[in-house]
Structure formats: structure tokens, C-alpha cells
């Protein structure tokens, strides 16, 4: 499922949900207070940007002779400032206007966008290259490329792109879907701080957002599930190098951590209930404790009771193991399940990945 589709199912969702009706949706939560460093830079201030850096550039003379004449033309200043934006970075660095119709039109990606560190002076101006890795990150979050989009969005700051409610939105997208619980609280926070001026699908989507990720606690099986899906996605990109064999590592070991635990909780259940069932035999045959004598009669002979050996649950049989670990499933929601069945296939694949 691509980015845009799971937006648009959490959206309607939302919608579905009566979400939007709640006053929580009109103003930010109480404690998402944030102070505002972020409003987008007006075309004036970006057309003296562009001034002061043709005096120090050493880029041909003709590409700034364009450059001015498109942000003076009068026929320009009706453009929307993206429109704007997108024509001066086609104008000024052909090469980084190519990669990013490349992977628009392909959907391949092109790489991280990398500048000459040796040939500073011919560089865009700064504006342009924050427009480039905006773009850029937000097409390929779109496209599920979450590290990638993420490498490029975390460069520019909010007040440095046209779409500041947009740069954080997608940033925080790709933190969340990557599990970067304390990366993405912080960025939605920063959102939602300016939650009036938020487009709808921003605002419904973010605050869901925040409230999924907020409860996500380490070494669940929720996160397990969730790491098992950042898995199959990396293999439908054609990843499947060392960042995926470690996360499957990591999911096999939280698992079988996850296993030992229950193991331990049921063999001390079975302690305690084998305890409580040998102090009810004694309570029950015990003789009368009185100072007058009873009414019962007998030799007042207690017959020892045989208690049968108890397995440690690690011995028990593969068939009743089989039995416990469904009933750990069963605990959770559904779409959990698929977490704990690849578990088993991959022992069955290699069966020394469960004893490790």
C-alpha cells in the first residue's frame, strides 16, 4: 500500500470517525504548545536572496540574466511561488531539475541529493536547494522510500521552504512509519502548534499520528508487528541488505524474548498453584485442633498424597507448546498474527533461530 493510499484511508477514517467534529480538531491539544518558528519566506524576501547571491556567485552569466528576469518580469509575479521556485531551480541547476522529473516520471530512485562540496560558488542559491530536497523528500515519502525522504527533509527548516506545514507533516510521516518514537512526538507537536492554519488531511491524520505513537512501548508485539511491516516494505523495494537482515534479527530476538517470559510466567503459576494445592491436602486432613473432644472418630491417619512430576514448560510436548503459543496471539488483534507466524516459519527454516 503506498503512502498516499494509507493518508487517504486514515483520513477517511478519521472522517468516518466523527473526528473532526470534536473541538480538539479546531485548536491544538493542551500541551502541544510549541513556540511558532515557522512561516513560509514571502516572495520579497526571496527575490533579495536571489540579488545578493548573483553578485557572489560564479555560476555563467546568462543563468543569472534569466534568473532576474523571471522574478522581475511582471508576468511572474502572478505564479504561485512554487510555480516560481520550480522554474528558477530548472533554470539555475539543470542536473538536480533532472534527477527529480527522473524519479517522478520512474518512480526509481535517483539517489541522495549531493552537492560539490569543492564547487561551492556555483551552487543554486541556498533557497533553491532547500525547494529541491522539499520536493524531493515529499515525492519520495510518497513513493514509501521513508530513509531516503527523511535524509532529504531533515536538512531544510520549516521557515526555508514554501510548504512549512507540509515539510514537517511528511517528516513526521516517515518517523513515525520508521519507529523514531521521540523524533516523531517532537515534530508533531511543532504541527499541531499551528493546528488553525492546518490543512484538514494534515490535522486529522497528525493528531492520529500522535495518539499511536505516544502508547507504542518497546519490545511489544506491537512494535514487533510494525517492524515485520517495515520489513516486507524494504523487500518490496528490492532492499534486502544488512539493515534488513538485522531488523529480522532483532524482530527472531524479541520475539523469543517475548516467549521466555510467558514460559516463566506459566511455570511460576504452576509453582503456586501446586503450592496453594498441597496446603489445601494438609488444611483438609488435618486432626482436630480442639481442647474438647470431637465427634469424629478414627485413627486420624493421614494417607500421604502422591504428587505427580510436573514438567518444566519448556518440556512440554511440540503439540501443547503449539497450543500455548496460539493462545498468545489470540491476546492480541488480529493483524497481529502474521508477526508471530513468520516468527514460526523462520524457525522452521532454521530451527537453531529459536534456541538462540
Known amino acids: 500500500m503506498s503512502f498516499r493510499r494509507i493518508v487517504c484511508s486514515l483520513t477517511s477514517l478519521a472522517l468516518l470517525g466523527g473526528f473532526l467534529s470534536m473541538p480538539r480538531f479546531v485548536q491544538a491539544e493542551a500541551g502541544l504548545g510549541v513556540p511558532d518558528r515557522w512561516s513560509p519566506p514571502s516572495r520579497e524576501q526571496l527575490a533579495e536572496e536571489l540579488t545578493t547571491w548573483t553578485q557572489s556567485s560564479q555560476i555563467p552569466v546568462d543563468t543569472k540574466a534569466q ?24 533554470i539555475s541547476s539543470a542536473d538536480i531539475w533532472a534527477k527529480l522529473n527522473t524519479f517522478r516520471e520512474t518512480g526509481t530512485y535517483q539517489g541522495a541529493l549531493e552537492l560539490d562540496s569543492n564547487n561551492v560558488d556555483n551552487w543554486p542559491p541556498k533557497f533553491l536547494i532547500h525547494h529541491a530536497k522539499f520536493i524531493y523528500g515529499k515525492w519520495l515519502a510518497e513513493k514509501g522510500f521513508y530513509d531516503e525522504a527523511l535524509h532529504e527533509l531533515s536538512e531544510p527548516l520549516p521557515d526555508q521552504v514554501v510548504d512549512p ?34 490543512p484538514v488531511r494534515y490535522l486529522a491524520v497528525s493528531q492520529m499520528m500522535l495518539k499511536d505513537i505516544e502508547p507504542l512501548e518497546a519490545d511489544s508485539l506491537d512494535e514487533v508487528a510494525r517492524m515485520m511491516r517495515d520489513i516486507e516494505r524494504r523487500l518490496d523495494l528490492g532492499r534486502a541488505g544488512k539493515k534488513v537482515r538485522q531488523t529480522e534479527e532483532d524482530v527472531v530476538a524479541k520475539l523469543d524474548k517475548m516467549i521466555e517470559d ?39 491417619n ?50 537453531a533461530a529459536g534456541n538462540n
Not at 534568473?67 to 530548472?90: I, K
Not at 517528516?171 to 523524533?183: G, I, M, N, R, T
Request: proline share 5%.
Open 302 to 351: 493421614v494417607d500421604k498424597k502422591e504428587m505427580e512430576h510436573k514438567h518444566d514448560w519448556g518440556d512440554v510436548p511440540p503439540k501443547e507448546r503449539q497450543e500455548a503459543l496460539q493462545q498468545i496471539s489470540n491476546e492480541y488483534p488480529s493483524h497481529y498474527r502474521r508477526a508471530i507466524e513468520e516468527y514460526f516459519r523462520k524457525i522452521a527454516r532454521d530451527p
Open 67 to 90: 534568473l532576474l528576469e523571471l522574478w522581475q518580469n511582471t508576468s511572474s509575479s502572478a505564479l504561485p511561488l512554487r510555480d516560481l521556485l520550480d522554474q528558477s531551480l530548472e
Open 165 to 198: 506545514a507540509a515539510l514537517l507533516f511528511f517528516e513526521a510521516s516517515c518517523q513515525h512509519y520508521l519507529l523514531q518514537k521521540e523524533q516523531c512526538v517532537a515534530t508533531l507537536k511543532q504541527l499541531l502548534s499551528r493546528s488553525e492554519g492546518l
Open 262 to 300: 510467558l514460559e516463566e510466567q506459566r511455570q511460576q503459576q504452576q509453582q503456586q498453584q501446586q503450592q496453594q494445592g498441597q496446603n489445601g491436602s494438609n488444611s483438609a486432613t488435618q486432626p482436630k485442633q480442639q481442647s474438647t473432644p470431637g465427634t469424629d472418630t478414627g485413627p486420624g
